[in-house]
């Protein structure tokens, strides 16, 4: 078992370009999760999936952030017309259940310049 | 709605000394409670999990936390604190219903060691 895989682990953008995350979940989690970490906010709730589809996006920034999960074995989320403040590691956790516990991957550390 | 908090931003303890991190809980049922742990550069990992039953649970590296419907609360504690134990933890909490409920994390309670 791999553990949830996340790629790229680090990506530089360019203020106003468009950042796409990737995330494997667990193999058999019904459930992906979406998060944002940065210093200053901490650990933010972005988006849910379960069975594909989306249960909760109250954490998603209404603009410019758009998640998606194509099937089970992938989840992406996209940033359009990055911003500096966009800069936070990005983590993408899996679970059997929603409200099971949550097999965390390492993020995707995003850095807009 | 159920919420999580950690009232320390930050605990510093000496390395072999005793810990506890604090966790409250708001909901008014029983629900499932977890605590977390994550070292620097890595993801989050499971540290142990409570469901209903023994109110005590143990974890890995000699981790456990105790539950309380009284004081609607789930604190960590280790008996001798390790350098390696340096990292930041977060409780969090969710509702036993076989739905679509996500748990909730507390803010994350930095722990420093000194030697």
């Known amino acids: 078992n791999a553990g949830v895989i996340q790629t790229p682990r680090h990506k530089v953008t360019g203020k106003g370009q468009e950042a796409t995350l990737w995330c494997e979940p667990i193999?058999?989690?019904?459930?992906v999760f979406w998060y944002r970490q940065t210093i200053v906010q901490g650990l933010e709730f972005l988006t849910y999936?379960?069975?594909?589809?989306?249960?909760?996006d109250s954490g998603m920034p209404k603009e410019r952030f758009s998640a998606q999960m194509p099937n089970q074995s992938h989840s992406t989320l996209k940033i359009q017309s990055t911003q500096p403040q966009d800069s936070a590691v990005y983590l993408c956790?899996?679970?059997?259940?929603?409200?099971?516990?949550?097999?965390f991957g390492p993020g995707t550390r995003l850095l807009v310049l | 709605a159920q919420s999580v908090t950690q009232p320390d931003a930050r605990v510093t303890v000496s390395e072999g000394a005793s810990l506890q991190l604090r966790c409250k809980y708001s909901?008014?049922?029983?629900?499932?409670l977890f605590w977390y742990v994550q070292y620097p550069r890595q993801g989050l990992q499971l540290l142990l999990k409570?469901?209903?039953?023994?109110?005590v649970v143990q974890g890995v590296n000699g981790f456990e936390a105790e539950f309380s419907k009284s004081n609607s609360s789930f604190h960590l504690r280790k008996a001798s604190v390790h350098w390696s134990d340096w990292a930041v933890y977060f409780c969090?909490?969710?509702?036993?219903?076989?739905?679509?409920?996500?748990?909730?994390f507390g803010k994350g309670t930095s722990l420093v060691v000194h030697p």
């Open positions: 956790a899996s679970s059997l259940a929603g409200e099971d516990t949550q097999y």
């Open positions: 193999s058999g989690h019904s459930a």
């Open positions: 999936f379960r069975n594909q589809a989306p249960i909760d």
């Open positions: 909901y008014f049922g029983t629900p499932y």
């Open positions: 409570y469901y209903p039953g023994d109110p």
């Open positions: 969090a909490v969710s509702i036993p219903s076989g739905g679509n409920y996500k748990p909730t």
